[in-house]
């Protein structure tokens, strides 16, 4: 999945178009399985039957940036309109209750001194209480100091528009300055390969970043979500099992300065140890990939994710090379992030070749190696030696104690006719000397 949401220039859409020619046909006789993870990164969880509402109401400023931006908005516009429309009333009620509303002859004598010039109607508060708040101050309406009330409600007005101000600015801040913003030029290569690495089928994909800003501190953990029952019979529907990540670093920490593939070898331990071709199409697993970091420019945390199911695993394939060097830099071709190309390997499980690789150990020869000469009895030596395999997954003792009793029941023939040797050579130095 390159292009995410749309953001990038449509060059690289062919990408996506090149991976879809050059996967092949996968089929799809099982229906679409429910995600945990979608390509995005968001989370394919619904929340429902909540009964304690009142909590998300204890972290109101929490709740507010999390809303969708049409409820934002909404709510943004409502605040303000709810404000203006309460305080227009107060001030009528002000104005209504020393008199200001009451019509007066022009010509006639003035009256008293009201409380706020210029208010004859609750359109004219309403426009008041507009100025008031967002400072406007046309200066056709004024307050004056005949009425201590409302010199009161305009110092509670203009500190409750101040929170307001904050608490609405700082929502639509944090909406726009959100971490997963960063993660949008965050890429992962649509499908997932499973290939030999150093002898030993690995689980692969490509994680790239567009933007020159680096990542600081990135961190890759991969999970297995697979549905598992315990051994009392217990059926736990979403378990989550982490696997040990290999990249390049050999840790879990990345330096995200060009695309990397990320890797996992398929061992003893691993949950993908008895993954083959054949299981791979009917498993209910997904394998969610978690990237955390710092953002350099901003210093906010930031998470992408992204996940993969069986259906976008491919086995025996390999991805492309996208770096080569050119004019004493390094060049990184897009266009090729998500292609990959055919190996040759096996379609039996990482535990299925251990075992068949354990039985062709089994039945190997055992070879002896090096000599020496033993003592044999009078004048006469022995040969002997070692057993020894480099390969048998037997105990090397098992296999010597064996070769040295053959040793010595060839020895002891050997023994015998050295015996009847020395023998003669004894008669034949007496008869010489009696003679």
């Known amino acids: 999945m390159l292009a995410r949401k749309g953001l990038l220039p449509d060059g690289f859409l062919l990408t996506r178009l090149a991976e879809d020619q050059n996967q092949p046909n996968r089929s799809r006789s099982r229906s679409q399985r429910a995600r945990f993870i979608t390509k995005t990164g968001s989370c394919n969880v619904a929340h429902k039957n909540i009964r304690e509402q009142g909590r998300f109401l204890q972290d109101v400023f929490t709740t507010m940036v999390d809303l969708k931006w049409q409820h934002s908005l909404l709510i943004f516009t409502s605040a303000f309109l709810c404000s203006w429309m309460l305080f227009?009333?107060?001030?009528?009620?002000?104005?209504?209750?020393?008199?200001?509303?009451?019509?007066?002859?022009?010509?006639?004598?003035?009256?008293?001194?009201?409380?706020?010039?210029?208010?004859?109607?609750?359109?004219?508060?309403?426009?008041?209480?507009?100025?008031?708040?967002?400072?406007?101050g046309f200066g056709g309406r004024m307050v004056t100091e005949e009425c201590p009330l409302a010199i009161t409600v305009l110092i509670i007005q203009n500190i409750l528009g101040l929170?307001?101000?904050?608490?609405?600015?700082?929502?639509?801040?944090?909406?726009?300055?959100?971490?997963?913003?960063?993660?949008?030029?965050?890429?992962?290569?649509?499908?997932?390969?499973?290939a030999p690495r150093n002898g030993r089928p690995t689980f692969m994909f490509r994680v790239g970043d567009l933007r020159k800003s680096m990542i600081i501190s990135a961190t890759v953990q991969l999970q297995v979500i697979r549905r598992t029952v315990t051994s009392e019979g217990e059926v736990i529907p979403v378990c989550q099992l982490d696997i040990q990540v290999e990249n390049p670093l050999r840790s879990n920490g990345i330096f995200l300065v060009s695309p990397l593939i990320i890797s996992h070898t398929m061992e003893r331990g691993s949950p993908l140890y008895e993954l083959s071709a054949q299981s791979l199409a009917s498993e209910d697993l997904e394998i969610i990939v978690i990237l955390e970091g710092v953002v350099e420019t901003t210093g906010i945390s930031m998470q992408a994710r992204t996940s993969y199911i069986p259906e976008e695993i491919l086995w025996g394939r390999r991805f492309v090379s996208i770096i080569t060097e050119e004019d004493g830099r390094y060049c990184v071709d897009y266009s090729k992030f998500g292609n990959t190309v055919p190996v040759r390997m096996s379609s039996l499980s990482a535990k299925e070749l251990d075992q068949t690789r354990g039985v062709q150990e089994g039945v190997s020869d055992v070879q002896l190696q090096g000599w020496g000469l033993v003592r044999a009895g009078r004048g006469g030596f022995r040969r002997g030696?070692?057993?020894?395999?480099?390969?048998?997954?037997?105990?090397?003792?098992?296999?010597?104690?064996?070769?040295?009793?053959?040793?010595?029941?060839?020895?002891?023939?050997?023994?015998?006719?050295?015996?009847?040797?020395?023998r003669q050579i004894e008669e034949d130095a007496l008869g010489e000397l009696s003679d």
């Open 88 to 136: 227009a009333m107060i001030w009528w009620l002000l104005a209504f209750a020393h008199g200001d509303l009451e019509p007066r002859d022009p010509n006639g004598d003035p009256g008293p001194v009201p409380c706020v010039t210029a208010i004859h109607s609750f359109t004219s508060a309403f426009l008041f209480s507009i100025e008031v708040q967002v400072t406007i």
């Open 385 to 422: 030696g070692r057993a020894y395999d480099s390969s048998a997954p037997q105990p090397w003792y098992a296999q010597s104690e064996k070769a040295e009793k053959e040793v010595e029941q060839k020895g002891q023939k050997k023994t015998v006719q050295l015996e009847v040797i020395g």
């Open 163 to 194: 929170i307001i101000n904050a608490v609405m600015l700082g929502c639509v801040f944090m909406k726009t300055a959100q971490a997963n913003r960063r993660a949008e030029t965050l890429i992962f290569s649509k499908n997932a390969v499973i």
